[in-house]
């Protein structure tokens, strides 16, 4: 087989049970008294009587053996749902195999789409001097078709969409790159591209904002608890404003989505490294720069794969 048309079906199987994952649930047994029971009740009632009252036996035998055999067609149809949602369930990937795959995806759809359309040359750019930051979507956002949230064992909670942001230090200027991610569909949508030189760049922020991004799950009352109005809350934004005003803004957390852990990404290192580059050009300071000890996305595919 074509090794292009073997990774199309493995990425719709994959497709398939991520999909899995966030919607079928636990299988449960149908009500008895469903149409399909009553059927099936009646039919074998029916066959019973036949039996015992009626004196041709001919006739008796294909009569109950018809009634018994509806019944039998009853009952499957009736435990059928439960038997395919059963079977669903049981192929859902864990938890462990769902972060594992949404590292792998975001390298192969949006690190590489961030390469092509920042032109960076990937074999010059140092490990410490690119990051990728994901971070949960669920707002409403324009072209995500699935947008839910599913809790996992560790409290934390895995997410359907994902708002990537990519950034890049090269010799000269930073790059940035950002998109709408539907994993469940492997599709990005608004797509934006910056990019500032070092020399224009007049300030570096990291601080906390607010975010008034109302979840999706969120439902508005009468009766609305003042205290909770919906609202995403505080996050962690890292601002780069260059001489005209411009802004390259990176939400690197938010605290109140409880993202996994696994993907999770600190920009402390990064935010160092940046101002030990900016002194360095304008005022000939140097230091020593240390490697981020944060795991980056590349390092804990690397761990997961072992």
Known sequence: ??????????????????????????????????RYMQL?????ATGVFLIIYLNTVLVTIISSS????????ATYKWLKPYLDQKTKY?????EVQMEAWLIQEIKADAKT????????????????????????I???????EHIVRLQASGGYYLYSSYKIQILALTDNYVSAYTCSYDWLNNQLYSETTDEFFYDDISSIRNRLEHLEFIRIDHKKSEEEDEEDKGEIGEARVF???NMSGETIAITTEIESLEASPQISQKLDKLVQVLRITLRNRRYGETFEVIRPQEEKLDDKEEKQEE
């Open 239 to 241: 601002r780069l404003k």
């Open 113 to 136: 789409k961030a390469i092509e359309m920042l032109s960076l040359n990937k074999n010059k750019i140092k490990a410490e001097n690119f990051i990728i930051i994901p971070i949960p």
């Open 40 to 44: 099936a009740y009646v039919s074998v």
């Open 90 to 94: 049981s192929e859902r990937p864990n």
């Open 1 to 34: 087989m074509d090794e292009n048309k073997k990774e199309e079906i493995d990425i719709e199987k994959r497709q398939f049970l991520k999909k899995n994952f966030f919607f079928v649930n636990n299988a449960k047994l149908p009500s008895w008294w469903g």
């Open 138 to 144: 669920y707002w409403q956002e324009d072209g995500i």
């Open 66 to 73: 018809l009634c018994m055999l509806i019944g039998i067609w």
